[in-house]
Every structure is written in structure tokens, then in C-alpha cells.
T-cell receptor, first 110, second 114 residues
Framework: SQQGEEDPQALSIQEGENATMNCSYK?????LQWYRQNSGRGLVHLIL?????REKHSGRLRVTLDTSKKSSSLLITASRAADTASYFC??????????FGKGTMLLVSP | NAGVTQTPKFQVLKTGQSMTLQCAQD?????MSWYRQDPGMGLRLIHY???????DQGEVPNGYNVSRSTTEDFPLRLLSAAPSQTSVYFC?????????????FGSGTRLTVV
């Protein structure tokens, strides 16, 4: 399988804390994307980082990419209860379309 | 602007029945894909299309057929439903591989095969 792997599989934190999720992959990529999925809903695109970028910010989100280690991380700062969701990394391997990791379930408690 | 529309939202099939899951997008996106989501497995790619008339297999294509006669529509056909095809199915579209807005997803079809 060319799926990515997220770590940890589940993460439980308190509101206000930071949440960090990691993603590893095995192929060469042009870009890596992060998505959020609220329970039972479709996925929502959060942020895209290109292979020639090392870090990208969007609001409370910070994404890093290390192509030499084939890994990426997503940091959510000052977490809120509304951030409770599953988070997936995704990238384009040889299939020419998006391939997902297995996801990290984030629970943010008030 | 409706985005990606999937129908039906829920479906129960008997083993051996066939059906078509519908997916339509109104954003003139070239790329469209079908995924299935199972607990602990994340999203797995079934089939995808990079334009009208062009389709290809993903990671788990067996038991499914697709066609892409128009840019807007990308139906997924289950030929002979099996309990192993019980899953949540998502359709997604994108203008390309790496646009800043990523892929747009439909709200999913929850399929149960009994």
C-alpha cells in the first residue's frame, strides 16, 4: 500500500493546548495536503504545502515538510473544542491522484 | 454553487444486487475520484479520472466500475454487492493535482450490504 501513516492514531488534549500530528509517506511527492473530517461528514481541505516548501502557516495551523525524511507535521495552536475531528494527510504518489493516510483522531476537551 | 453532490446518502443492498452511486460536480474540475472509508483504514482510492473519457484504477478497484462521459459526472457502479463492500463512499473533485484549494469532497454515501 502507498498510504501514508499518521502518528499518533489518537490524541486527547485540553482546550488551549497545542496539538501536533505527524505524517510519513514512502514515495516522491509534488505536494502534501492536510484535511479535517468531522464525525460522519465529508473531508475539508485545510492546507497544502509544496515539495519545495519547508513550512507554511494558515491561521492557527502550521505545517512542516521534510522531504528528505518523507515526513510532515501539522500543528494546531491554542486548540478549541471545535477542533475535535479526524485529521488526514494526503499526497499524490504514482496513481496521479490523492492518497490518504489513516488519520489522527483529535479530541479537545473544554 | 453546490460543489460535489453525492446520491443517495444512505443505501441498503442485498448481496448480489447491483447499484450505481452518483457523483456530480459543478466546478468544471478535471480530476474526480472515488474513495471508500472503513474504520481503522482511512480513505482508500477505488477509481479516479483525470478528465472526461479517462479513468484508472486505484488501490481497491475490484467489484467496482466507473465511467466518465462528461466533466460533471462520475458514477460508481457496484456490479454484484458483497458484505465486504459495506462502507462509506466519498467522491472528490479537483481542478488538478496540487491546486491551493485541494480536493472538494461530497458528503458521502453510507452503504450497507446484507
Amino acid at each position: 500500500s502507498q498510504q501514508g501513516e499518521e502518528d499518533p492514531q489518537a490524541l486527547s488534549i485540553q482546550e488551549g493546548e497545542n496539538a501536533t500530528m505527524n505524517c510519513s509517506y514512502k514515495t516522491s511527492i509534488n505536494n502534501l495536503q492536510w484535511y479535517r473530517q468531522n464525525s460522519g461528514r465529508g473531508l475539508v481541505h485545510l492546507i497544502l504545502i509544496r515539495s519545495n516548501e519547508r513550512e507554511k502557516h494558515s491561521g492557527r495551523l502550521r505545517v512542516t515538510l521534510d522531504t528528505s525524511k518523507k515526513s510532515s507535521s501539522l500543528l494546531i495552536t491554542a486548540s478549541r473544542a471545535a477542533d475535535t475531528a479526524s485529521y488526514f494527510c494526503a499526497f499524490v504518489p504514482g496513481y496521479s491522484t490523492l492518497t490518504f493516510g489513516k488519520g489522527t483522531m483529535l479530541l479537545v476537551s473544554p | 454553487n453546490a460543489g460535489v453532490t453525492q446520491t443517495p446518502k444512505f443505501q441498503v443492498l442485498k448481496t448480489g444486487q447491483s447499484m450505481t452511486l452518483q457523483c456530480a460536480q459543478d466546478m468544471n474540475h478535471e480530476y474526480m475520484s472515488w474513495y471508500r472509508q472503513d474504520p481503522g483504514m482511512g480513505l482508500r482510492l477505488i477509481h479516479y479520472s483525470v478528465g472526461a473519457g479517462i479513468t484508472d484504477q486505484g488501490e481497491v478497484p475490484n467489484g467496482y466500475n466507473v465511467s466518465r462521459s462528461t466533466t460533471e459526472d462520475f458514477p460508481l457502479r457496484l456490479l454484484s454487492a458483497a458484505p465486504s463492500q459495506t462502507s462509506v463512499y466519498f467522491c472528490a473533485s479537483s481542478p488538478g493535482q496540487g491546486g491551493p484549494t485541494g480536493y472538494t469532497f461530497g458528503s458521502g454515501t453510507r452503504l450497507t450490504v446484507v
